[in-house]
Each structure stands twice: as C-alpha cells, then as structure tokens.
C-alpha cells in the first residue's frame, strides 16, 4: 500500500478554507487519499494533523521549518534557485541558505537576494543541515563522489536530479546515509510549484515533515512511493514546458488572426493561468469545466473539434509518456 502525505500550499488552504462548508473534506486530498491508505500533513497549523479515512502513520509537522536549518544547494542553476526563492517566502533567512558552482555565471542572482555563494561543494556540505543536489544527473556521481567523505549522518541530502533513482544516491554517499528524492517544477519560484518526494531507506518521517515545511512555500509537496517521481517528472515537471508551448500557440493563433503579438501573449499567459486556478481551485473535473466553456454551436466546440482533429490530447499523452521514459531511462545509466 502506498502513504501519502501532501503539504499544501499556504496560499492554496487560505483560499479553499473561506469556500469550505462545515464538515466538507477537501475534495482534492480526498481524491488522493482515496488512491492509498494514506495520511494527510498540513503545514500550516503548528503541529497539525489533520486525518483522512485510514491512517497508517503520523507526522509531527512544525508550521514552519527551524529557522536555524543550515540550506545548501549544490548547482546555482534554474531549479535551485527556483527552490531557495520559494523558500524564502517562508520563514527561512537568506542568511541560513548557501549554494556552490564551480563558475560565478549563475551566483549573481542568489547574492541578490542575500544569500551566500561559493565555489566549494564541500564548504556547502560541511556546513548545511539539509543539503540540495541540484546539478545536472550525469553531474550526480562526480558531485556526490566530491562531497561524500564530508556528509554527516544528521544531515539530509535532498536530490532534484531527473532520473537518478535512490538506489543509486544511496550508494554514492556514506552507508545510512539520509536520502530524499524530490522532482519539484520551476513554478517554486512563484509559490505555485508542484513537488513530489519519496524518502531513502534512511530517511524518516520526520525527516519529510522537515523537508515538507521548508518547501512549504514552493507549492503542492506531496510524498509518494519512489515509483511515482519519474512520472511526475514527466507530467509535472517537464509538463510546465508543455503548457508554455500551449501557451505560445494560443498566443500565435491569435497573432495570426490580426492581434499584436504582445497583447496576445499577455492574454494567453493570463488565460493559462485563469485557467489553472479555476482548476485548482473549483475542484472540478477539467472535463466539467470545459463543458462549462462550451455553449452548444458555439465557437469553443469549433475549436476543441479542431484540437481533436489535430490530436491534441493524444499528443500530449505521449509527451508524458516520452518524458516519464526518458526520465527512468536516466535512472537506468
Ligand atoms: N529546470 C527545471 O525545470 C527542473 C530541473 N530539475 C533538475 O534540477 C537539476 C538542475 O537543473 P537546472 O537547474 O535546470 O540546471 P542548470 O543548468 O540551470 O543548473 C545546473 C547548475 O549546476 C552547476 N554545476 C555544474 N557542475 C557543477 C559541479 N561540479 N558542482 C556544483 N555545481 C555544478 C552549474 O554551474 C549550474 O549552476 C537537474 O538535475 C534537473 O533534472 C528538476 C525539475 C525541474
Ligand atoms: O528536462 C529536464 O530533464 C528537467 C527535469 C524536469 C524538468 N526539467
């Protein structure tokens, strides 16, 4: 059986909190709960714990995470700096994070907002509490070779790397080490990522409980079996780059129709994003929305025939699916 856990955004149950009726669940975590024997951790009520249907274990989860945390990020890349953006609209200080890479090229943005930065992975390792591996995969066991006779066993090593599977962090790094393998996706850097973990043999809950409330601010965190990352990989991870190009052809449709491309794309990054909310938010099937949308003869079946045609919904399918493969392919190197 699987457990899940999912750490909600803050923003996320303020909003659906006002619109909830004595007594009513929350019909999302409701609907992954109903997957699995599964337990629900929300982050932003000290030391809460709220239960649906089966619950098989607990988590003790602070509202925020100890804001003495030492942060290290190894690799001062996009996804990184995704992470310690949405961390820092919590409570963790710039102070306490630091972040390696062999060149300067990416530091400048980190130092902007008042976190350190050097060229030295092990002066990251040796001096953090949770650490981020966030090079590259094929990166991964250079690095990891690099900074391994310097990982304590308190620490928790917290690898982003697409593909690199726990078998393999666990044997680059020291016996019992404390290992977490987490896909976030770039939207982290707004406080609308969605991010999946699963712990190591070594990792315990409470060790997700501290990496749940420092990503509390990033977005959805949600702990799953390890089996599930690679194709949140594929539909959430690389997904954001599918609804980017969705976006983009919104926008040059509507280009080609005589709007300036400028206004057009300002359009269709707000419909996206309308769009998404309303999703999130509703609760609703997407297919009931969409219905929501078409007014029988009117123009949206015009046009959802049109994508249809061009087998839109197929496409993107297998856009999942190749991304969720190549991503256990990595895994297979
Ligand atoms: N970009 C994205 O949307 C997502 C990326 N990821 C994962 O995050 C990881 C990083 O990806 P990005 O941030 O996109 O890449 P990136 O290319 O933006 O950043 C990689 C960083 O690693 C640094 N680096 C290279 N060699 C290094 C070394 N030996 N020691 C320390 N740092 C080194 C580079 O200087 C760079 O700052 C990858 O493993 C990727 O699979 C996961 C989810 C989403
Ligand atoms: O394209 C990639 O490999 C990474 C992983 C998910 C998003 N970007």
Redesign the pocket.
């Known amino acids: 059986m699987h457990q899940i856990a999912v750490c909600k955004p803050a923003i996320y149950r303020r909003r659906r909190r006002r619109r909830r009726r004595p007594n009513e669940g929350d019909r999302r975590s409701t609907e992954i709960a109903e997957s699995a024997c599964c337990f629900q951790a929300i982050c932003d009520e000290p030391f809460a714990l709220t239960q649906h249907r089966c619950v098989s274990t607990q988590i003790k989860m602070d509202q925020y995470a100890d804001p003495q945390l030492k942060i290290g990020f ?7 700096f995704g992470i310690a953006k949405g961390m820092l609209s919590g409570n963790v200080l710039p102070i306490n994070i630091k972040v ?4 300067s ?2 530091q400048g943005r980190f130092q902007e907002l008042g976190i350190s930065v050097t060229h030295s ?1 092990t002066e990251v390792v040796s001096g953090s509490d949770v650490v981020f591996v ?4 094929h ?1 991964v066991p ?2 990891l070779s690099e900074v391994s006779p310097h990982v304590q066993q308190k620490q928790i090593i917290v690898s ?3 593909g690199v599977t726990l078998a393999l962090l666990e044997e680059l790094l020291p016996e019992n080490s404390i290992v977490i393998r987490l ?4 939207p982290c850097v707004v406080q609308e990522g969605a991010l999946l973990f699963a712990r190591g043999a070594n990792a315990k809950q409470e060790d997700g409980a501290v990496l749940c409330s420092l990503l509390r601010c990033c977005g959805l965190v949600v702990e799953g079996p390890e089996a599930w990352i690679d194709i949140h ?1 594929g539909m959430s ?1 690389s997904g ?1 780059a599918f609804v980017y190009l969705f976006a983009e052809a919104l926008a040059e449709g509507a280009v080609k129709m005589g709007m300036p491309s400028a206004l057009a794309h300002s359009i269709a990054s707000q419909t996206v994003l309308g769009a998404g909310r309303l999703l999130r938010d509703s609760g609703k099937h997407p297919a009931q929305l969409r219905s929501d949308v078409c007014t029988p003869g009117g123009t949206t079946i015009y046009g959802l025939h049109t994508l249809e045609q061009g087998g839109v919904r197929a496409s993107v399918m297998s856009a999942v699916e190749s991304a969720t493969e190549k991503a256990r392919e990595l895994g297979r190197k």
């Open positions: 190894i690799g001062a890349g996009n996804m990184a390696s890479a062999p060149s090229t990416n992975n966030a090079v590259k995969p990166l250079l690095v982003v790397a697409a896909m976030p996706n770039l990989t991870g954001v």
